[in-house]
Antibody, heavy 121, light 107 residues
Framework: QVQLVESGGGVVQPGGSLRISCAASGFTFINSGMHWVRQAPGKGLEWVAFIWYDGSNKYYVDSVRGRFTISRDNSKNTLYLQMNSLRAEDTGVYYC??????????????WGQGTLVTVSS | EIVLTQSPDFQSVTPKERVTITCRASQSIGRSLHWYQQRPDQSPKLLIKYASQSISGVPSRFSGSGSGTDFTLTINSLEAEDAATYYCHQSSSLPLSFGGGTKVEIK
């Protein structure tokens, strides 16, 4: 069955950096586009970034563009999010989500359990 | 940027009642509208894709309708396990966006 397991969350000071990962299994990773979606404490869902199946195209919400980088290693079936210049408003649970489409944005058919990122001094 | 407005924000419902949640898009998105359920302390789960297409394993009491700017999620005969927050999501254009969520409480 499809499994998405995030890791790497933690507490980081404002202005700091963190890289979170998502290990995928149970499906052919290279066939799927992948997303990061976040949820601030007690708030709704916010899409963060999307990467094509081959990593050739990447898209971001305006609030993270230039600070966050989405990437993937298809040989390791792993998705990454490098987060730099972190702000308090980046605090939340970060979910990786699988897209059934390889390059077009379709929908999120599977989600991981999430990893908590807390930006605080 | 496409804004999705859900209503109501909160609904308290007795078991076996019907629940209707609406999602309005700020511009036409065709049928590129999807619904998710998020139970407390769990990850979101896909319920309906492309406005009305059912998902394998999702109970048949969940259904969706609509196109263009106005969409509806209906839960027929609510069960206790349906206590959750429901979100709509559009994939028509970037940035992808979600509605603010509708929390459904069981009386």
């Amino acid at each position: 069955q499809v499994q998405l397991v995030e890791s790497g969350g933690g507490v980081v000071q404002p202005g700091g950096s963190l890289r979170i990962s998502c290990a995928a299994s149970g499906f052919t990773f290279i066939n799927s586009g992948m997303h990061w979606v976040r949820q601030a404490p007690g708030k709704g869902l916010e899409w963060v970034a999307f990467i094509w199946y081959d990593g050739s195209n990447k898209y971001y919400v305006d609030s993270v563009r230039g600070r966050f980088t989405i990437s993937r290693d298809n040989s390791k079936n792993t998705l990454y999010l490098q987060m730099n210049s972190l702000r308090a408003e980046d605090t939340g649970v970060y979910y990786c989500a699988k897209d059934p489409c390889s390059s077009n944005r379709c929908y999120f058919d599977y989600w991981g359990q999430g990893t908590l990122v807390t930006v605080s001094s | 940027e496409i804004v999705l407005t859900q209503s109501p924000d909160f609904q308290s419902v007795t078991p076996k009642e019907r629940v209707t949640i609406t999602c309005r898009a700020s511009q036409s998105i065709g049928r590129s509208l999807h619904w998710y359920q998020q139970r407390p302390d769990q990850s979101p789960k896909l319920l309906i894709k492309y406005a009305s297409q059912s998902i394998s394993g999702v109970p048949s009491r969940f259904s969706g309708s609509g196109s263009g700017t106005d969409f509806t999620l209906t839960i027929n005969s609510l069960e206790a396990e349906d206590a959750a927050t429901y979100y709509c999501h559009q994939s028509s254009s970037l940035p992808l966006s979600f509605g603010g969520g509708t929390k459904v409480e069981i009386k």
